[in-house]
């Protein structure tokens, strides 16, 4: 049996074509669910031992983030990840974060509800925060 370049090439391209399409399409299927849901994804986690010089971002961010958005960040029923690409710097900036923690946040990617302004949270904190999520983020492979 032989077959044509023509049929072979042919084969192939519909054979790439439908591999991209499925790539597409697991692809956003998984970003549907950031983007109209809350359910929690399972994260490849890295816990890496924190340096010293993120430490008290670590512990501020424990006592004042975490109960939303999770002890390394990768989120709660009540929060989302911040280890996703929605809060690489280049699409949230650090700025976003101060405000997010002194005013609060309208709901625009998640369906969790509006952030309510982080009680208690001072500009200092938030200095110490901020290094601490952009590193995680960092060890994760977010950006």
């Not at 994260?43 to 961010?61: A, D, E, H, Q, S």
């Not at 923690?101 to 200092?124: I, L, Y």
């Amino acid at each position: 049996m032989r077959i044509s370049m023509r049929n072979l090439l042919f084969t192939l391209i519909l054979s790439l074509l439908a591999l991209s399409f499925t790539a597409n399409a697991q692809q956003n299927a998984g970003m549907a669910g950031h983007q109209m849901g809350n359910s929690k994804e399972k994260l490849n986690l890295k816990t890496p031992r924190v340096p010293f010089k993120y430490g008290l971002g670590m512990n501020k961010f424990r006592s004042l983030c975490s109960g939303c958005h999770g002890k390394w960040g990768d989120g709660t029923e009540q929060g989302p990840p911040l280890l996703h690409a929605f809060y690489i710097p280049t699409h949230h900036s650090d700025d976003a974060f101060y405000r997010a923690a002194r005013e609060g946040v309208r709901a625009h990617h998640w369906t969790f509800g509006d952030m309510p302004k982080v009680e208690g949270a001072t500009r200092k904190d938030v200095d110490k925060i901020i290094p601490f999520i952009r590193w995680l983020q960092k060890e994760n492979g977010i950006y």
